[in-house]
């Protein structure tokens, strides 16, 4: 991003470059009213820099012009809300979805992927369940592929160590102690489950998918963050990467409606979307 190279601006015109940096590098925006996330979001760094203030971290931006402290500043700005088992019905519905995917395509092995992963809680979530539902190991084992557009949170996700805040929110002591080993004050996944999920970096708004056709990509809560234009394209992005017959999974608050004529409501798992040009396995299992 191309900063100016005049005195530092104040602290709105301060905000409103980190803004035009974060939608700059990935398309997402953050609205007037939640201005304050900026400052909020970025005290630690400005803490870890020796920094009072984001005027002067502007200003630090323009003078080194490198591109490793706009990509600390993009970080620190994205949202990594994210917990285990998150609308664990939701979970569920995808788990049989899969299943009846795979009932109906025995002979290749069902993809999965999970765009906007965070730090790894919703596919390593879909790991454990495809297990616990016979789903997890071998052929029959679903490939699941996640993505972020943060480096940071992936190498949290490829690590697979969380706090005790973390590892409590949404799971269950019977699945802490199936899948996770004590690491000193956090927790770390079983390297048999970090196997199971392909961790890559990509960003929804500027690159390609993942490589290949997937059975069920889930979008989750991403898509809030982004102007209408930018939703528009993204839907293409994603009706591109479904294969005949798959689903697309988005949050509870988002919806295809007036934005994209590649997905219809899959009437028989509610709340899930099919691309209307896909031919689905089996009318009976996604109608």
Same mark, same amino acid.
């Given at each position: 991003?191309?900063?100016?190279?005049? /005195?530092?601006?104040?602290?709105?015109?301060?905000?409103?470059?980190?803004?035009?940096?974060?939608?700059?590098? /990935? #398309?997402?925006?953050?609205?007037?009213?939640?201005?304050?996330?900026?400052?909020?979001?970025?005290?630690?760094?400005?803490?870890?820099?020796?920094?009072?203030?984001?005027?002067?971290? *502007?200003?630090?931006?323009?003078? $080194?012009?490198?591109?490793?402290?706009?990509?600390?500043?993009?970080?620190?700005?994205?949202?990594?809300? $994210?917990?285990?088992?998150?609308?664990?019905?939701?979970?569920?519905?995808?788990?049989?979805? /899969?299943?009846?995917?795979?009932?109906?395509?025995?002979?290749?092995?069902?993809?999965?992927?999970?765009?906007?992963?965070?730090?790894?809680? &919703?596919?390593?979530?879909?790991?454990?369940?495809?297990?616990?539902?016979?789903?997890?190991?071998?052929?029959?084992?679903?490939?699941?592929?996640?993505?972020?557009?943060?480096?940071?949170?992936?190498?949290?996700?490829?690590? =697979?160590?969380?706090?005790?805040? &973390?590892?409590?929110?949404? !799971?269950?002591?019977?699945?802490?102690?199936?899948?996770?080993?004590?690491?000193? *004050?956090?927790?770390?996944?079983?390297?048999?489950?970090?196997?199971?999920?392909?961790?890559?970096?990509?960003? !929804?708004?500027?690159?390609?998918?993942?490589? #290949?056709?997937?059975? *069920?990509?889930?979008?989750?809560?991403?898509? !809030?963050?982004?102007?209408?234009?930018? @939703?528009?394209?993204?839907?293409?992005?994603?009706?591109?990467?479904?294969?005949? #017959? =798959?689903?697309?999974?988005?949050?509870?608050?988002?919806?295809?409606?007036?934005?994209?004529?590649?997905?219809?409501?899959?009437?028989?798992? @509610?709340?899930?979307?099919?691309?209307?040009?896909?031919?689905?396995?089996?009318?009976?299992?996604?109608?």
């Amino acid at each position: 991003m191309h900063f100016p190279t005049s /005195t530092p601006p104040g602290s709105s015109e301060s905000m409103n470059l980190i803004s035009a940096l974060l939608e700059q590098r /990935t #398309g997402q925006q953050i609205a007037a009213n939640r201005a304050w996330r900026i400052e909020t979001a970025l005290k630690p760094l400005l803490r870890e820099k020796g920094l009072a203030s984001l005027d002067q971290l *502007v200003a630090q931006l323009v003078a $080194t012009r490198t591109g490793d402290l706009g990509d600390q500043v993009v970080d620190a700005l994205l949202n990594q809300e $994210t917990s285990f088992f998150r609308d664990a019905a939701v979970l569920d519905m995808i788990a049989d979805a /899969t299943k009846a995917i795979q009932d109906e395509a025995p002979d290749r092995k069902v993809r999965i992927w999970s765009s906007g992963c965070s730090t790894g809680q &919703e596919p390593l979530s879909l790991a454990m369940l495809f297990d616990e539902r016979g789903m997890g190991e071998g052929k029959a084992a679903p490939e699941i592929v996640a993505t972020d557009v943060s480096p940071a949170a992936l190498a949290r996700a490829r690590a =697979g160590r969380y706090s005790q805040f &973390e590892i409590q929110r949404g !799971l269950p002591v019977r699945r802490m102690m199936t899948w996770f080993d004590s690491a000193g *004050v956090d927790w770390a996944a079983k390297p048999e489950l970090l196997r199971r999920i392909q961790f890559r970096q990509q960003n !929804l708004t500027a690159d390609a998918p993942p490589p #290949g056709k997937f059975d *069920v990509v889930l979008c989750r809560n991403v898509l !809030l963050y982004f102007s209408q234009e930018v @939703r528009r394209d993204v839907f293409g992005i994603l009706a591109s990467a479904v294969r005949p #017959g =798959g689903v697309l999974v988005l949050g509870a608050g988002e919806t295809v409606i007036g934005l994209t004529d590649r997905f219809r409501p899959c009437e028989r798992f @509610r709340g899930f979307y099919r691309a209307i040009d896909a031919t689905p396995v089996k009318q009976a299992a996604f109608g």
